[in-house]
Structure formats: C-alpha cells, structure tokens
C-alpha cells in the first residue's frame, strides 16, 4: 500500500475545510450542541453560584473571589469527565495548583466539596 504524496494529503484536509462541508456539519449539529452548551452552562452557574455564596458567607474580599470561583470551574469540569480514584487525583492536584499560587487550604477544600460533593483526600 503506497503512501500518499503531499498533494494528495493536502486535498484531502482542504476538503475537511471546505466552508460549504463545514457549515453543513455544524448545521447537522446545531440543535444538540446548543442543548448540549445550556445543560452545562447551567451545571457550571449552580455550582459557581453556591460557592459564590459560601465565599460570602465566610467574608472573603471580593478581590479573591474570582480565583476560588477558577478553583469551583475547574473542579465541576474534573467532576464530569472523571470519577473514583481518578477524580480523587486530579481534585488534589487542583488543590496543589491553587495552594502553590496562594490560596487558602481550608477555603481550596470547601470550594472542592461545593462543586463535587466529595471531602478532599489528603
């Protein structure tokens, strides 16, 4: 079986980007990527907004917020591609990043729980 010449791999990635064949695909996929976009935009403002007000209620300065806010997004999006002892890994090394960058431990981990549900492994 021959390889194939520049040329013909050229053809073949400019058809992929064609501006008619792309904009046929995302029309194919309009509908259920919106769907998609909402039901997880909404996952992500439920969980942001009940650490939001967790952060308030332990008085935070405002200035701080947004970086334990970083801390719940990244978290939410961990949550949902991981689980068992996966997400327990990459929950601490979410820790880790955000403590070496000088956030609160105890703060990192309520923030963790918020948007998981799950104590922190130390």
């Given amino acids: 079986m ?3 010449t520049g040329s013909e791999r050229y053809r073949k990635w400019f058809d992929k980007y064609d ?3 792309v904009k046929a695909r ?4 309009a509908t259920i990527a919106a769907e998609k976009a909402q039901t997880q935009l909404n996952i992500f403002y439920a969980a942001e907004d ?3 007000k ?3 209620e332990l008085g935070l ?5 947004p970086f334990y806010l970083d801390v719940v997004r990244e978290c939410t999006k961990k949550v949902q591609q991981h ?3 996966t997400l327990d890994i ?3 090394a979410i820790k880790a990043k955000w403590v070496a960058r000088g956030l609160n431990p105890g703060i990192v981990d309520e923030m963790l729980y918020v948007c998981s549900g799950l104590m922190p492994l130390y």
């Fill in 50 to 52: 009940r650490a939001r």
């Fill in 2 to 4: 021959p390889f194939k």
């Fill in 90 to 92: 990459e929950m601490a």
């Fill in 54 to 56: 967790r952060l308030f």
């Fill in 61 to 65: 300065s405002t200035i701080v917020i």
């Fill in 19 to 21: 501006p008619d064949t």
């Fill in 26 to 29: 995302f029309t194919q996929v």
């Fill in 83 to 85: 689980s068992g002892e």
